[in-house]
T-cell receptor
Framework: RKEVEQDPGPFNVPEGATVAFNCTYSNSASQSFFWYRQDCRKEPKLLMSVYSSGNEDGRFTAQLNRASQYISLLIRDSKLSDSATYLCVVVRLRDYKLSFGAGTTVTVRA | GAGVSQSPSNKVTEKGKDVELRCDPISGHTALYWYRQSLGQGLEFLIYFQGNSAPDKSGLPSDRFSAERTGGSVSTLTIQRTQQEDSAVYLC??????????????FGSGTRLTVV
């Protein structure tokens, strides 16, 4: 079983729509969680950290469910510029090694 | 520097040749990762350096691959006797490491390696 699993999508949504997707992780001793964004042929860039109580950054909301071992990302009022692959990252407590999911592709259409 | 710097940005090499890829992390970052990414694929973990600890080499695909990190800063990934399947973008990332991992990881723009 992979350490981090994501629905690859693609999620095709119209502008203005809300889109949400999850990421599950297998190691209960995971310490930290992040969402990264990767545009085509570019390097991944940090979108936001994920905190236990959930957190928002503008139109983006991240949630963590430790009991069920998943994190989620919700994008409200989607923009064309939100089209990208969203990577889930989990940091292992033991040695702070990070593991990436394979990514969820989101395409926002006009 | 302000960000993670990788060089070269592009490298075309003949099959069988050795290549060296360089990563210059953000100053003060103790954790450094190498990943590779083939077109349309996810990130494949290669190696992880954390401070003075022995590196986690569990992701290196074969003994043709090696990496070192001198002085806890610059890292070099070496691929010997390159094969066509080695063609990919090689990405380096660094972070403050240890208990400061909550600050996330910064990626360099990668080295696009093409083996012909």
């Amino acid at each position: 079983r992979k350490e981090v699993e994501q629905d690859p999508g693609p999620f095709n949504v119209p502008e203005g729509a809300t889109v949400a997707f999850n990421c599950t992780y297998s190691n209960s001793a995971s310490q930290s969680f992040f969402w990264y964004r990767q545009d085509c042929r570019k390097e991944p860039k940090l979108l936001m950290s994920v905190y236990s109580s959930g957190n928002e950054d503008g139109r983006f909301t991240a949630q963590l469910n430790r009991a069920s071992q998943y994190i989620s990302l919700l994008i409200r009022d989607s923009k064309l510029s939100d089209s990208a692959t969203y990577l889930c990252v989990v940091v292992r407590l033991r040695d702070y090694k990070l593991s990436f999911g394979a990514g969820t592709t989101v395409t926002v259409r006009a | 520097g302000a960000g993670v710097s990788q060089s070269p940005s592009n490298k075309v090499t003949e099959k069988g040749k050795d290549v060296e890829l360089r990563c210059d992390p953000i100053s003060g970052h103790t954790a450094l990762y190498w990943y590779r990414q083939s077109l349309g694929q996810g990130l494949e973990f290669l190696i992880y350096f954390q401070g003075n600890s022995a590196p986690d080499k569990s992701g290196l695909p074969s003994d043709r691959f090696s990496a070192e990190r001198t002085g806890g800063s610059v890292s070099t990934l070496t691929i010997q006797r390159t094969q066509q399947e080695d063609s990919a973008v090689y990405l380096c990332a660094s972070s403050l490491g240890g208990g400061n991992h909550n600050y996330g990881y910064t990626f360099g723009s990668g080295t696009r390696l093409t083996v012909v």
